[in-house]
């Protein structure tokens, strides 16, 4: 599938996905669709072992929806979009690969929700914040009433989303929104830095610590519990188990062929 409206750049194992749609890189129909194909890519494809997704420009990483696109739509049209945009994110989430935001501009409603989705979020110290939906007399339709709330606590996940007000990147940091906040500078050559120790941790065993972080999250406690024991129990039947241990006893490097 050819791409329009992002971009994908394969190195050292790490995929940069960029949301490419100036001015502000806002979504629409054609960027949710391109999500999910390059989502299906990247699962299947073996020498990608962590993403980034960041956006085109300085100004935004993720403006939002592209109201200009939705003011018109029916309340069915409005449906099958969110059910596009909640399929677009939920296979971030559930991507078998450790995922990470470098969030480079303002990430307001949908996009704030596409850095939700992620595993991890680092941010530059000018970015901006908000789920602005209320004050449009809507809701969020893409996951971000009930990700934000997982993330931050439902007591300031309401506060984020009853006032719809900016807060700004030492808030996010402050809120556990986001991991880290560095210069502007530094925000690409970070989130190389962290995909790239990623990529290079065993693969079976990182796709079943997702799991069962992401899943369990999902999941009442006994559900939680057996759901890591299985993942567990899983990492044991590697190549990549037995080379890490054994590496631990040598002690030395491990060299892991992931499998």
């Not at 210069?183 to 079976?204: I, Q, R, S």
Request: net charge negative.
């Amino acid at each position: 599938m050819s791409y329009e409206c992002i971009d994908c750049q394969i190195e050292n194992h790490v995929a940069t996905v960029t949301i490419n749609r100036p001015p502000v890189n806002a979504l629409n129909k054609q960027v949710f669709n391109e999500i999910n194909q390059l989502m299906d890519e990247l699962e299947d494809c073996q020498s990608v072992k962590a993403v980034i997704i960041t956006g085109g420009g300085k100004k935004a990483f993720v403006a939002g929806l592209d109201l200009q696109q939705v003011v018109d739509l029916d309340i069915v049209e409005m449906m099958q979009l969110s059910k596009l945009s909640g399929a677009a994110f939920s296979k971030i989430e559930n991507l078998s690969k450790p995922v990470i935001a470098a969030i480079n501009g303002i990430a307001l409603g949908g996009g704030l929700e596409l850095a939700l989705a992620c595993d991890l979020r680092i941010c530059s110290e000018q970015v901006k914040f908000a789920m602005p939906e209320i004050n449009l007399a809507i809701i969020p339709g893409g996951g971000g009433t009930q990700r934000l709330q997982k993330i931050v606590g439902q007591g300031k996940a309401k506060e984020i989303l009853y006032f719809g007000e900016m807060f700004d990147a030492s808030k996010a940091l402050e809120f556990q929104l986001v991991n880290k906040v560095v210069p502007e500078e530094a925000l690409v050559a970070t989130a190389k830095e962290w995909a790239e120790k990623l990529a290079n941790k065993p693969t079976v065993a990182m796709r079943m610590l997702k799991t069962a972080v992401t899943a369990g999250a999902n999941s009442d406690l006994g559900m939680g519990l057996t759901l890591e024991s299985a993942c567990y129990s899983n990492t044991f039947a590697t190549e990549d188990r037995i080379e890490g241990m054994q590496a631990f006893l040598e002690k030395r490097k491990p060299v892991y062929v992931g499998k």
